[in-house]
């Protein structure tokens, strides 16, 4: 059973398009994230949700909006695509806790705009 | 400005031997660190943490030793196996900063030769 899953795990589309990427947890946990990968390999974080509730959105564009129908489910919208959107993105959740994070991370979607 | 750096981009170690990965990080708040591998393809799997009050921490092949004066934590791989062969990003992240950021290094490129 896959613990973190993500869909899809490619996606190849053109500018201006809008697109979303749905990430789905079944460990039950409380917290959930958006990371992207660059060109350059650097994994930074985006978003995180807590019980469907935002508490971090770090410095990205408004077109991206993530949406947590559940505390399951963190979906990743982005409008208006641009080239420089090209990257893999991550989902991970965590269980929320203290002093201590441990962060479980989906497969990755890779995407490419073209 | 990158607070967590892994100097390295790779590193070759020969099957059986000790390979040693390094990582520096810049921000005091920093209390709790996170090891995780990444295989192509495939999102980081998590593999072994530490909080600030220890200096070391053991889980099987896997060692990692923090040193807080230095800003430094290194992650022992003894012996080294091919399957050790991956990506190894070090992370951190701070509880007085709710613990969900988690900052990651640009990872290190292990490669085990047989």
């Known amino acids: 059973d896959t613990a973190v899953s993500q869909t899809p795990k490619y996606l190849v589309t053109q500018m201006g398009n809008d697109k979303s990427i749905k990430c789905e947890q079944n460990l039950g946990h409380d917290t959930m994230y958006w990371y992207k990968q660059d060109s350059k390999k650097f994994l930074k974080i985006m978003f995180s949700?807590?019980?469907?509730?935002?508490?971090i959105n770090e410095t990205v564009p408004n077109r991206f909006s993530p949406k947590s129908p559940d505390k399951a489910h963190l979906n990743l919208h982005i409008n208006s695509l641009e080239l420089g959107d090209s990257a893999v993105y991550f989902c991970?959740?965590?269980?929320?806790?203290?002093?201590?994070?441990?962060?479980?991370f989906g497969p990755g979607t890779r995407l490419t705009v073209l | 400005d990158q607070q967590v750096k892994q100097n390295s981009p790779s590193l070759s170690v020969q099957e059986g031997r000790i390979s040693i990965l390094n990582c520096d990080y810049t921000n005091s708040m920093f209390d709790y660190f996170l090891w995780y591998k990444k295989y192509p393809a495939e999102g980081p799997t998590f593999l072994i943490s530490i909080s600030s009050i220890k200096d070391k921490n053991e889980d099987g092949r896997f060692t990692v030793f923090l040193n807080k004066s230095a800003k430094h934590l290194s992650l022992h791989i003894v012996p080294s196996q091919p399957g050790d062969s991956a990506v190894y990003f070090c992370a951190a992240s701070a509880s007085s900063w709710g613990n969900e950021k988690l900052t990651f290094g640009t990872g290190t490129r292990l490669t085990i030769i047989p």
């Open positions: 991970a959740s965590s269980q929320r806790t203290p002093n201590t994070d441990t962060q479980y």
């Open positions: 949700y807590n019980n469907k509730e935002l508490i």
